[in-house]
Antibody, heavy 120, light 107 residues
Framework: QVQLQESGPGLVKPSETLSLTCSVSGGSISTYYWSWIRQPPGAGLEWIGYIYYSGSTKYNPSLKSRVTISADTSKNQFSLKLTSVTAADTAVYYC??????????????WGQGTLVTVSS | SYELTQPPSVSVSPGQTASITCSGDKLGDKNVCWYQQKPGQSPAMVIYQDTRRPSGIPDRFSGSNSGNTATLTISGTQAMDEADYYCQAWDSNTAVVFGGGTKLTVL
């Protein structure tokens, strides 16, 4: 059974870059798509983007200029970088597996999430 | 950009049927998923491709999608079903879109 675990700094200063890694166990990232989703405190879910192991990516248009998702198949990990962060980027960040097909998708399973606070 | 609209809250008595709606332009032409999120936990999928239940999800959870509205129905609602529920669809321009979420209260 696939399990995902996020890791990275819990505190990032404004204007700096948020960097997170998702470690995948119980399955290879060389199949499926792998996503990042975030949830500000007390708010709803926002999809950030996904990567296919081949390196193909797709990002939320609202974040596209600041986001990079990459994958390291040798470590069975994928990563998120979000540049020029502000307090509005404070959120719980989830990594997840995404199944993508013609005009369809679903996200399952999800990691436990990690809270990233943007503050000086 | 494509938007999905959910009611902020729904209340139901134990044992009764809860219906949570998700509205979007021509949503019936898209595939919809539903996720359950309990306090302090990560979301978990309960319905995908409009009506399909993942392994391990009780059959009291069901979904439908037609016209502009998708509906998650929970029959014989139990106290353990109290949670936030999010609908989600795929849009060719926006990619993954989530609804704003509905807090289900089991009174």
């Amino acid at each position: 059974q696939v399990q995902l675990q996020e890791s990275g700094p819990g505190l990032v200063k404004p204007s700096e870059t948020l960097s997170l890694t998702c470690s995948v166990s119980g399955g290879s990232i060389s199949t499926y798509y792998w996503s990042w989703i975030r949830q500000p405190p007390g708010a709803g879910l926002e999809w950030i983007g996904y990567i296919y192991y081949s390196g193909s990516t797709k990002y939320n248009p609202s974040l596209k200029s600041r986001v990079t998702i990459s994958a390291d198949t040798s470590k069975n990990q994928f990563s998120l970088k979000l540049t020029s962060v502000t307090a509005a980027d404070t959120a719980v960040y989830y990594c997840a597996r995404e199944v993508v097909g013609p005009a369809t998708n679903w996200i399952d399973p999800w990691g436990q999430g990690t809270l990233v606070t943007v503050s000086s | 950009s494509y938007e999905l609209t959910q009611p902020p809250s729904v209340s139901v008595s134990p044992g009764q049927t809860a219906s949570i709606t998700c509205s979007g332009d021509k949503l019936g032409d898209k595939n919809v998923c539903w996720y359950q999120q309990k306090p302090g936990q990560s979301p978990a999928m309960v319905i995908y491709q409009d009506t399909r239940r993942p392994s391990g999800i009780p059959d009291r959870f069901s979904g439908s999608n037609s016209g502009n509205t998708a509906t998650l129905t929970i029959s014989g609602t139990q106290a353990m079903d109290e949670a936030d529920y999010y609908c989600q669809a795929w849009d060719s321009n926006t990619a993954v879109v989530f609804g704003g979420g509905t807090k289900l209260t089991v009174l």
